[in-house]
């Protein structure tokens, strides 16, 4: 079962912070990934930043410095702290996980509805 919401988008100013809240109910077994992507209006949807089971933390080179991502695993929420916005970071920010639900299953994606954020003077 698998249920992520996100919220915390809104508009910015460009230099602004902004933190987006994941709520997660993951029940997987073995490895499992989370993370957030970002979609700009009319490009694809790119990895901005991921975090394992075990805390360890990737961040995408174009967000390294202004962004951080964590997780509070008792309040089962994920965050992505972003500060010194820029309008690049413009764009629809998406909840992710990847992981198996049973053994033997292959790895599956699964997304929120994403946020919207809009870094614009």
């Known amino acids: 079962q698998v249920q992520l919401v996100e919220s915390g988008g809104g508009l910015v100013q460009p230099g602004g912070s902004l933190t987006l809240p994941c709520d997660y109910l993951?029940?997987?077994?073995?490895?499992?990934?989370m993370g957030w992507f970002r979609q700009a209006p009319g490009l694809a949807r790119e990895r901005v930043a991921s975090?394992?089971?075990?805390?360890?933390?990737d961040m995408a080179k174009s967000v390294t410095g202004g962004f951080t991502i964590s997780r509070d695993n008792a309040k089962k929420i994920m965050y992505l702290q972003m500060d010194s916005l820029k309008p690049e970071d413009t764009g629809v920010y998406f909840c992710?996980?990847?992981?198996?639900?049973?053994?033997?299953?292959?790895?599956?994606?699964?997304w929120g509805q994403g946020t919207e954020v809009t870094v614009s003077s």
């Open positions: 975090i394992s089971n075990g805390g360890y933390k």
């Open positions: 993951v029940s997987m077994v073995g490895d499992v990934f």
């Open positions: 992710n996980v990847r992981g198996r639900l049973r053994w033997g299953d292959p790895e599956v994606d699964y």
